[in-house]
């Protein structure tokens, strides 16, 4: 999660009235987490390699391109999904995760 707001804080960075939104929706056997922005969003050639290591649409020496590879390895070993997308009422970027709920116990 500090990588997607680290992500979304350097996206807005020159908004004036920059804006983060995160969300978690809880279904029976799953959790969905967005963190949304109204920053510059994502390219449509970036799309495709956003989860590549070392990939980056940052400008030179302003990150590793390691983050987002990093974080949809770890999503995926917890069988979830990380997906990116435009922010249909921020206009910036949307990351969407999606995590299963497994064993649940419930405490009195």
């Known amino acids: 999660m500090l990588n997607l707001l680290k992500n979304a804080a350097d996206a807005i960075s020159d908004e004036t009235n920059g804006t983060i939104r995160v969300r978690t929706v809880r279904s029976l056997n799953s ?25 980056t649409t940052k400008p030179a020496g302003c ?22 997308s435009r922010s249909p009422s921020l206009g910036g970027a949307r990351i969407s995760i999606s995590l299963p709920i497994e064993g649940e116990t419930t405490t009195a």
């Open 63 to 84: 990150g590793t391109g390691l983050g987002l590879s990093i974080c949809k390895r770890i999503i995926n070993e917890g069988r979830g999904e990380i997906n990116v």
């Open 31 to 55: 959790v969905l987490i967005t963190v949304e922005d109204n920053g510059t969003g994502i390219e449509p050639h970036a799309e495709d390699h956003l989860f590549e290591p070392f990939f």
